[in-house]
Nanobody
Framework: VQLQASGGGLVQAGGSLRLSCAAS????????MGWFRQAPGKEREFVAA???????YFSDSVKGRFTISRDNAKNTIDLQMNSLKPEDTALYYC???????????????????WGQGTQVTVSS
């Protein structure tokens, strides 16, 4: 299984970025997908998730600014990030989980596969 995240970069505060994650080696439509991020010196934290049935979840810190979508035909998920803030600066990871329940969507330990991460830097 491979998850390849892309789309990170340097952006000014208030700007936008779109991250993508391409999955291979798994039956994509059977997996819930998530985005997590990790800033230097901090723990990995939940950002957003999209279930197999396309129901979406967001952390309070990004709700209203980020959206998540999936394309089962292309085996991809996207994270559209708007109104970016310096505190959004982190390494962003995509993840796939086969047997998640709602209460575990926010937990990194619940996911089975991880991508390598893409860096997002927001300047003030």
């Amino acid at each position: 299984v491979q998850l390849q995240a892309s789309g990170g970069g340097l952006v000014q505060a208030g700007g936008s970025l779109r991250l993508s994650c391409a999955a291979s080696g798994l039956t994509f439509s059977r997996y819930d997908m998530g985005w997590f991020r990790q800033a230097p010196g901090k723990e990995r934290e939940f950002v957003a998730a999209i279930r197999k049935n396309r129901i979406t979840y967001f952390s309070d810190s990004v709700k209203g600014r980020f959206t998540i979508s999936r394309d089962n035909a292309k085996n991809t998920i996207d994270l559209q990030m708007n109104s970016l803030k310096p505190e959004d600066t982190a390494l962003y990871y995509c993840a796939a989980g086969a047997s998640l329940i709602t209460s575990t969507l926010h937990s990194a330990r619940a996911y089975d596969y991880w991508g390598q991460g893409t860096q997002v830097t927001v300047s003030s």
